[in-house]
Antibody
Framework: EVQLVESGGGLVQPGGSLRLSCAASGFTFPNYWMHWVRQAPGKGLEWVANIKHDGSDKYYVDSVKGRFTISTDNAKNSLYLQMNSLRAEDTAVYYC?????WGQGTLVTVSS | IVMTQTPLSSPVTLGQPASISCRSSQSLVHTDGNTYLSWLQQRPGQPPRLLIYEISNRLSGVPDRFSGSGAGTDFTLKISRVEAEDVGVYYCMQGTQFITFGQGTRLEIK
């Protein structure tokens, strides 16, 4: 069974940092592009970043460029999102997406 | 690529059909020849779930009352007979150039 499990969310003050993780199982992780998508409370879906299976290409939505970094560890079948300089508008549930599968999400709340 | 869904809300009687349209601001045909248009379902309080990929391919376990069609810039999701478990928000998603989503269509029972 293909499964993605996110972790690492929580409450953080504006300007702070968090690192999200996504553990993948049930598929050959290095064969797929992997993505982070977020959903602010009561809002629609917004793509945040993606990374090519070999890590050679990474792309970000403009609003997070220079603040967020996407990475993978193929040996651990894991995807990460390092989030720095967090803002209130980054508050959202963050989903990991890959191999036509969505994780259950992890909530990030940026508030003082 | 901007994705525009219509309608944004769809009240439907149980057992009746429902249809959601999605239009992209440019062709979704990728240079590899595939069209990366998917449909997602998000039930209340749940994460999104992929129903259909590449226009018309249902994922394993998705009921056959769900079907997708279209080409180029115009796409449609149809539910042949709406059931109570179909309530939620439906999104189209393109993966031809990065990823973008439609605004979502809320399906509710009359």
């Amino acid at each position: 069974e293909v499964q993605l499990v996110e972790s690492g969310g929580g409450l953080v003050q504006p300007g702070g940092s968090l690192r999200l993780s996504c553990a993948a199982s049930g598929f050959t992780f290095p064969n797929y592009w992997m993505h982070w998508v977020r959903q602010a409370p009561g809002k629609g879906l917004e793509w945040v970043a993606n990374i090519k299976h070999d890590g050679s290409d990474k792309y970000y939505v403009d609003s997070v460029k220079g603040r967020f970094t996407i990475s993978t560890d193929n040996a651990k079948n894991s995807l990460y999102l390092q989030m720095n300089s967090l803002r209130a508008e980054d508050t959202a549930v963050y989903y990991c997406l890959g191999a036509r599968t969505w994780g259950q999400g992890t909530l990030v709340t940026v508030s003082s | 690529i901007v994705m525009t869904q219509t309608p944004l809300s769809s009240p439907v009687t149980l057992g009746q059909p429902a249809s959601i349209s999605c239009r992209s601001s440019q062709s979704l045909v990728h240079t590899d020849g595939n069209t990366y248009l998917s449909w997602l379902q998000q039930r209340p309080g749940q994460p999104p779930r992929l129903l259909i990929y590449e226009i018309s391919n249902r994922l394993s376990g998705v009921p056959d009352r769900f079907s997708g069609s279209g080409a180029g810039t115009d796409f449609t999701l149809k539910i042949s007979r709406v059931e109570a478990e179909d309530v939620g928000v439906y999104y189209c998603m393109q993966g031809t150039q990065f990823i973008t989503f439609g605004q979502g269509t809320r399906l509710e029972i009359k």
